[in-house]
Antibody, heavy 118, light 108 residues
Framework: QVQLVDSGGGVVQPGRSLRLSCTAS????????MHWVRQAPGKGLEWVAV????????YYADSVKGRFTISRDISKNTLNLQMNSLGVEDTAVYYC???????????WGQGTTVTVSS | DIQMTQSPSSLSASVGDRVTIRCRAS??????LNWYQQKPGKAPKLLVY???ALQSGVPSRFSGSGSGTDFILTISSLQPEDFATYYC??????????FGGGTKVEIK
């Protein structure tokens, strides 16, 4: 069945790095824009980054630009988020999301929790 | 950046009530507006895309309307499983993709 499985979260100290991964099943990865969206504890949804379906563009929220890198491995059907220089403000549940190009963000991973704490 | 403003931020309603949630964009976004439902501890779920199209499998008591800057999500007869937080999201201009602040629907 069509699904996304998020992984890689954990507890990390401020200033350190973490790499999140999202593995897709039962759909062609390169047909969709793929996003990371996060949600801080008790807060709303915040868009983080997008990887364009044709691989031509990656965009980032201002809050993570220069620190986070989104990448894709089509052979493994995997979306990654490399997070460097983490701060306490990056503490959140991170969701990998499929964007059905005009038809909404229709498939969400289960989320992986990142806690930045000393 | 396009700002999305939802109102109210929370509401209390009873089973069977008609519920209306509003979302306003800071500029014209045509019908590039989606609605999501999120229950505690779960990922959001797409309810409505392109302002008024119901996602497959979503009950018909949910409906969306609007265009330009003003949008509405309506639940015609609130059911127990509808108590959740609802978010609007614009897909007209990226980056950044932006969400509304959310509307929490609670039991009266």
């Amino acid at each position: 069945q069509v699904q996304l499985v998020d992984s890689g979260g954990g507890v990390v100290q401020p200033g350190r790095s973490l790499r999140l991964s999202c593995t897709a099943s039962d759909f062609t990865f390169s047909d969709y824009n793929m996003h990371w969206v996060r949600q801080a504890p008790g807060k709303g949804l915040e868009w983080v980054a997008v990887f364009w379906s044709d691989g031509s563009k990656q965009y980032y929220a201002d809050s993570v630009k220069g620190r986070f890198t989104i990448s894709r491995d089509i052979s493994k059907n995997t979306l990654n988020l490399q997070m460097n220089s983490l701060g306490v403000e990056d503490t959140a549940v991170y969701y990998c999301v499929r964007d059905d190009l005009g038809y909404g963000m229709d498939v969400w991973g289960q989320g992986t929790t990142v806690t930045v704490s000393s | 950046d396009i700002q999305m403003t939802q109102s109210p931020s929370s509401l209390s309603a009873s089973v069977g009530d008609r519920v209306t949630i509003r979302c306003r964009a800071s500029q014209d976004i045509n019908t590039y507006l989606n609605w999501y439902q999120q229950k505690p501890g779960k990922a959001p779920k797409l309810l409505v895309y392109a302002a008024s199209a119901l996602q497959s499998g979503v009950p018909s008591r949910f409906s969306g309307s609007g265009s330009g800057t003003d949008f509405i999500l309506t639940i015609s007869s609130l059911q127990p499983e509808d108590f959740a937080t609802y978010y609007c999201q614009q897909s007209y201009s990226i980056p950044p993709l932006t969400f509304g602040g959310g509307t929490k629907v609670e039991i009266k």
